[in-house]
């Protein structure tokens, strides 16, 4: 394993995954000459990216380099204004029903969890299956039982989730996102706003989710998860992708001075 | 480790209980009534006021009053001293009055009907325990109608001018109307100020400001006077019912300010999560955001909705007779006038009495809705 990317710490702190992690060649996620302005300023400059199924994605950069913009334009949170974005051979334009297509097929967690504070952790699971699945009640709270327990909070059914710790929300909203069976998962710092002491229960599940053979893009700082789940890393700044490749030689090899510099940052602090 | 009696290890302390003094009864008048010079000062002062208030108003409210009279010398001559208690006679004396105002007494049990119906259709609306709620809160929502034909008649029942509704009965119409349409125009108002769509928020904006910039008063006399030259010719337009519009708008563009306030606490976290899950704009605002954002404008809407209340009295000035009027022109009756106290304190009684259970229900609905910790 390369030395600089896992500093001990790193090491110890993420469970490497225990199954072979395949990816298919079916495309999963097309974006070419993708644009974005807000208002003036202009965040994303000519994005080209084509993520395959099965495929696990690690972006990271510099804040304000416009990586979380990036992810969120997969699931329209933001939108883009040139280029084009296929999601699971849908295209995501102003028309609403793609919109909302892909929205069901797309899953996102959020830095902030974003937990519904007025529902039980059992009531935020199962609310999209029966309202934009419309499965029958019983059928939709044994699915997001079932993630609940594969995200190991099944006895905080009940709870509202101003009772649990971050980490335990993190893995709620991850669960909460999976009853929706998507084929692709977001990751927007999820693990950002965590005590250290949370942070791995979070990343565990989200190696496990590697392991399961979704299709994953991370935003994180996290470069043990990097090294351990991701098979491509992409570093981003002023809007652009400066330099991706697999873990090893994205660590060990970077090609740029700007790559050369945020990583001396990152991983000697 | 050298001046305590035990040591413990790391993490073997046992939990002690809190020094007596600083807990229980004793505790708790040491530091709410008696913890500073200046704190007892203010406890003596509160004490020697309550003291030199409630006694006298007591004797006259209850033990010096007279409940049984015809008149008011006779009332007077009752007394100890002339004046020196209530004159409860002349309320018991005029108290259909009060209640149902001038409505034909053959047909009041149609109003005694009516409130009973009330209270059946407000129980599931401020219960969720209940059993076959549903079916209560169908109910609730056809309720307007059952009381407004059981009330103003026709169909089979004998025909009653609104002009003859007066007393308590006016004021819960008026109140109980514009309460229940003002909260579902008022959200919808909210809604579509905050709306992306130019056109539709203009609309509402320029609604929302005109409302709130004009005094009630003045809407109410152009309830009475001006809405006809608007409306086609021939039309009759009931005076109550325009009424109960104006009121109903009044209230529902300050609702829409408060729900707007509340919808505007909601981090837009909870709009891009519901949004990531697949919900629409309808089902993501009807499951997520007003469910929070109402929550949170509890207290700004009972506050409105107290107000409505309150100023379902200026209808007076229209030439309604509303408890205050009907006590005015009981006031202006030879045989009763100069008890005005009386009067005034009644009506002061059951308002307050309706606007502090409205008051209640809202903090009780508060901590039931208290999810956070």
Redesign the interface.
């Known amino acids: 394993m390369p030395t600089i990317a896992t500093d001990g710490i790193a090491e110890d702190k993420i469970r490497h995954p225990t199954k072979k992690l395949t990816i298919s060649e079916e495309v999963a996620i097309e974006m070419v000459a993708v644009h974005k302005w807000y208002g003036e300023f202009h965040v994303l400059k000519d994005i080209n990216l084509t993520v395959n199924a099965g495929e696990r994605i690690v972006i990271c950069g510099p804040s304000g380099s416009g990586k979380s913009t990036l992810i969120r334009c997969i ?3 933001e939108e883009h204004q040139k280029g084009k974005i296929v999601v699971d051979g849908v295209e995501l334009t102003s028309n609403l029903k793609n919109v ?1 297509i892909i ?2 097929e ?3 967690v ?1 830095q ?1 969890f ?5 529902l039980t952790v059992l009531e935020n699971c199962s ?2 299956p029966i ?2 699945r419309k499965m029958r009640k019983a059928e939709a709270e044994e699915i997001a039982m079932k993630y609940l327990e594969r995200v190991r909070i099944p006895e905080q059914a009940a709870k ?4 649990l710790s971050g980490g335990q929300q993190q893995r709620v909203a991850i669960a ?2 999976l009853c ?1 069976n998507p084929r692709i998962m977001l990751f927007d710092e999820p693990t950002s706003a965590l005590d250290p002491e949370m942070i791995k229960e979070v990343l565990d599940v989200m190696v496990e989710l590697a392991e399961s053979g979704m299709t994953m893009l991370c935003v994180t700082h996290e470069m043990g998860f990097a090294t351990a789940v991701a098979n491509r890393v992409i570093f981003m700044d002023f809007g652009e992708i400066i330099e991706q490749n697999e873990p090893h030689n994205f660590f060990n090899n970077p090609q740029s001075e700007r790559t050369k510099l945020f990583l001396s940052q990152i991983l000697h602090h | 480790m050298s001046d305590t009696a035990k040591t413990y290890k790391i993490g073997q302390h046992p939990d002690l209980p809190p020094p007596r003094t600083e807990v229980g009864v004793l505790g708790w008048f040491k530091h709410k009534l008696f913890s500073t010079p200046l704190n007892i000062a203010l406890t003596l002062l509160a004490a020697w006021f309550l003291w030199s208030v409630i006694p006298p108003l007591f004797e006259w409210i209850v033990l010096d009053s007279v409940w049984t009279a015809e008149s008011r010398k006779e009332c007077w001559g009752k007394m100890e001293v002339p004046e020196g208690g209530a004159c409860w006679a002349f309320i018991k004396d005029r108290l259909e009055l009060f209640i149902y105002g001038f409505y034909p007494a053959p047909q009041r049990w149609r109003v005694n009907l009516s409130f009973v119906l009330l209270i059946m259709a407000i129980v599931p609306v401020l219960y969720d325990k209940m059993l076959a709620r549903k079916f209560g809160l169908w109910y609730s929502v056809a309720f307007p109608f059952i009381a407004g034909w059981l009330l103003v008649g026709g169909f089979g029942l004998t025909p009653v001018e609104t002009d003859q509704f007066g007393g308590i009965m006016l004021t819960l119409i008026i109140g109980v109307t514009g309460i229940s349409f003002s909260l579902p125009i008022g959200v919808l108002l909210a809604l579509g100020r905050r709306s992306k769509m130019p056109v539709l928020r203009i609309v509402c904006v320029m609604f929302i400001e005109f409302i709130r910039g004009v005094p009630l008063i003045a809407l109410l006399f152009i309830a009475s006077t001006m809405l006809n030259y608007f409306l086609p010719p021939g039309t009759v337009f009931d005076l109550l019912l325009r009424v109960l519009i104006m009121v109903t708008l009044f209230s529902s563009a300050y609702i829409a300010e408060v729900v707007r306030g509340g919808l505007q606490a909601i ?1 837009n ?2 709009f ?9 704009y309808v ?1 993501a605002h009807l ?2 955001i007003l ?2 954002a109402l ?1 949170i404008s509890i207290p700004g809407i009972v506050n409105t909705f107290i107000g409505l209340f309150k100023d379902t009295t200026l209808v007076l000035i229209i030439g309604m007779l509303d408890p205050l009027g009907i006590g005015r022109a009981s006031l202006a009756d030879a045989v009763w006038a100069g008890l005005a106290r009386e009067v005034y304190l009644f009506i002061a009684l059951f308002f307050f009495i309706c606007c502090f259970s409205m008051s209640r229900y809202s903090l009780y609905l508060e901590r039931k ?1 208290h ?3």
Do not use: C
């Not at chain 1, 974003?114 to 007025?118: A, D, E, K, S």
């Open positions: 699931n329209r949170l909302e929205r069901s797309v899953g996102i959020f902030q974003n937990l519904f504070p007025h609310l999209a309202w934009v509202y989730p101003g009772q909460r996102s929706m | 981090p976290g909870q891009e999560a519901a949004d990531s899950l697949g919900l629409t089902k499951l997520i469910p929070q929550k809705l999810t956070g910790h």
